[in-house]
């Protein structure tokens, strides 16, 4: 456990998150703001996160942990950082809040997506 993981993640080169559960891993977004690559499994909103060259989705198992890594290993490291940081944007607090504001008017307005 640590306070603040940010040091931790600006060293690595991937993250990886074989989980069984997770809901929302905050970790995947932290890693992700970090320029960091991720390989986890298909648990949560990890799915939503993860694709477009900043990452694999993988099954929980050690063959499909250790090809994701390998092939993380020989790709473009600066592409798939700089895919990172734009997931990791998508998802700051501003642009949160904004559809969070979005969505309040159109509920108040009666409007649909």
């Known amino acids: 456990r640590q306070p603040a993981p940010r040091p931790y993640l600006v060293a690595g080169d991937v993250f990886a998150l074989p989980s069984a559960y997770e809901a929302y891993p905050l970790v995947v ?26 990452g694999w989705v993988v099954s929980r198992n050690v063959p ?18 700089a895919q990172a940081r734009e997931t990791a944007l998508d998802h700051s607090w501003p642009r949160v809040a904004d559809e969070y504001l979005r969505l309040v008017e159109e509920i108040l307005t009666g409007r649909s997506r």
């Open 64 to 81: 499909a942990i250790r090809e994701a890594l390998a092939e993380l290993a020989d790709a473009d490291r600066a592409a798939a950082a």
């Open 29 to 54: 977004l932290e890693a992700l703001a970090c320029g960091l690559p991720v390989v986890a499994t298909p648990v949560g909103s990890v799915p939503d996160l993860i694709g477009d060259g900043n």
